[in-house]
């Protein structure tokens, strides 16, 4: 889907301008995401695996819920719209644990230039794995990990293409504010 997506300036204020999606990616315009990474008491992370249609790292494994902050909406509508399309769970904004917002600048061999900036929140998960239901197009699987299992796929990130490579140091912040909650 196309989504009309909000235009910010490379410091992230808002330019009241906006933009299909892809002419966002196409043009590199600076735009904003929401990133909601969820974790149980038990010390796992949930983690989704790209869709293998997906045009930038397919089946690599990545953030719980990810997706772009539509024009006119906030940041935590963003979070919770994307939570319940992805994985099919209503959150509240109340559950919302903002850790930053983290720029991330990319560009592709195909062409798409990423200029984003991941507002990214922390939820914990309280239903079991079972009760999520993923988006197709969107996340190929789910899966809970131990911090442990997730530390070893960051050492070795570059060697066996779990995670995507560029995000190893956005995954260690995340990793740090996660541990903290616990």
């Not at 989504?3 to 204020?13: F, R, Y």
Request: glycine letters at 4%.
């Amino acid at each position: 889907m196309d989504e009309l997506i909000d235009i910010i300036t490379k410091d992230g204020k808002p330019t009241g301008k906006t933009a299909l999606k892809s002419l966002i990616h196409n043009k590199g315009y600076y735009h904003n995401t929401a990133h909601v990474w969820f974790y149980t008491q038990k010390g796992q992370i949930l983690l989704a695996q790209r869709a293998a249609s997906k045009t930038i790292y397919p089946l690599l494994w990545d953030v719980s819920v990810a997706g772009h902050v539509d024009a006119g909406e906030t940041i935590e509508q963003a979070a919770i719209r994307e939570t319940q399309e992805e994985i099919g769970l209503s959150i509240s904004k109340s559950e919302l644990h903002k850790i930053g917002v983290f720029p991330c600048f990319q560009n592709y061999d195909n062409g798409m230039v990423d200029n984003e900036f991941h507002h990214t929140f922390l939820v914990e998960l309280k239903v079991p794995l079972k009760k999520l239901t993923p988006q197709k197009h969107e996340v190929e699987r789910l899966k809970l990990i131990t911090i442990q299992e997730f530390e070893m796929f960051l050492k070795f990130t570059e060697d066996h293409q779990h995670f995507i490579p560029s995000n190893k140091t956005y995954y260690q912040i995340v990793l740090k504010h996660i541990l903290q909650h616990l």
